[in-house]
């Protein structure tokens, strides 16, 4: 009985096991272009022993975001942002990404793959060029990918370039909201479009993947030096060329960007400081006029201060108000303009030691005699150096 239950179970855990198994859509092209399947479903144990690959192989396929072109012995496997292509030297297979938003761009891919794959190998043979099968097919991978980053790129340039335009006329704070949304944007593209030139980079400094991406030639049994990979390097670097243009746009679009952002600050420091230095008049201001209001309210006690009935009293305590008002704002805005000056030394750096560019001036020299002093310098440099070779000499 126990053996009964332990086998039950196995063929239970069995049946389960295998009805979970993670299965991947996909659509495949035959040698002559033609689709032979359309949204197929594949185990991925199916596909690992029809073509040869590995489970982390398809890994990179299935759940891996990070750009990348690996070459295995039989075929070469492509993952590059909505892309996600198996290709053999007769066969080629693209997966479908699940909760994928670029179904247009990839349905032009389907139509420029089909197309390129058409082309027979006799037109190769005849014309004496063109490429192998793969490398048609890379070569439609790499279409539709630089096709993508030009028109995203496009599509966030235009609003960026137009923001940064109106920011510099007015500073408004749904402009501002804008910049940083665009920001983020063009943050998230530069980053996709660096990872997609590292990933060409990357596979163009293997010259052992270079040369395994020939697999007609292996099929046919042509061994082909790890060296000669000219055909497939000039189309790789290529692409790779396109990819880094992007990334140098799409970069100097950001310094522009981070450029504009300081420059905002800088200016709303200034205004800033403006307003700040507006109340510290309006504040000295008040300060004087308190000061003078103090005399005129020792005044205006009820006490006898024995100049009550004097003709000149009103207009005596009155000036004397005026003048400690006048004195103190006075005194106070001397001050703030002592404290407004900047310079590289400090706040009594402009008394003492002059321009901070002229930290090699001699006390009481002059420009002029600044700038003749480095030539006699040079001169009797010239000179002692002079005697020293004339002495070595004799």
Known sequence: MPALIGDSSGTVFGRSKATNELKLRCTEFDENGNVTLVNGEFKKSELMTKYGLLPRDLRKIDSSLLPSILVRPSAILVNLLHLRVLIKHNRVLVFDAYGSTDS???????????????????????????????????????????????????GIREPVVRVLRELEEDIDRDKLRHLLVYSKKLGTFEQ??????????????????????????QVQGQVRNEEDHTEIEMLLESYHKVCDEIVQNSGNLVSNIRNT????????????????????????????????????????????????????????????????????????????????RVSMWGEQGHINRGNWRNVDALPGEGRADRVKRPKEERGLGGASQGAIVKSAKH
């Open 104 to 154: 247009y761009t990839q349905s032009v891919f389907m139509y420029d793959l089909e197309g390129k794959l058409t082309q027979k190998e006799v037109t190769r043979a005849i014309t004496g060029g063109g490429l192998p099968y793969e490398f048609r097919a890379l070569e439609a991978v790499l279409i539709s990918v630089t096709s993508g980053l030009e028109g995203e790129f496009e």
């Open 192 to 217: 996709k479009a660096r990872l997609v030139r590292d990933a060409i980079d990357s596979i163009l400094e293997e010259d052992e993947d270079l040369s395994g991406m020939y697999l007609s030639e």
């Open 261 to 340: 952002e300081e420059i905002i600050k800088a200016i709303l420091d200034a205004n800033r400081n403006s307003l700040m230095l507006l109340d510290l008049k309006f504040s000295i201001g008040t300060l004087g006029i308190g000061s003078g209001a103090f005399v005129a309210a020792l005044y205006g006690m009820n006490l006898k201060n024995f100049i009550e009935e004097s003709d000149i009293g009103f207009w005596g305590i009155s000036g004397l108000s005026a003048v400690m008002a006048g004195i103190v704002c006075i005194y106070g805005l001397q001050k703030l303009r002592k404290v407004q």
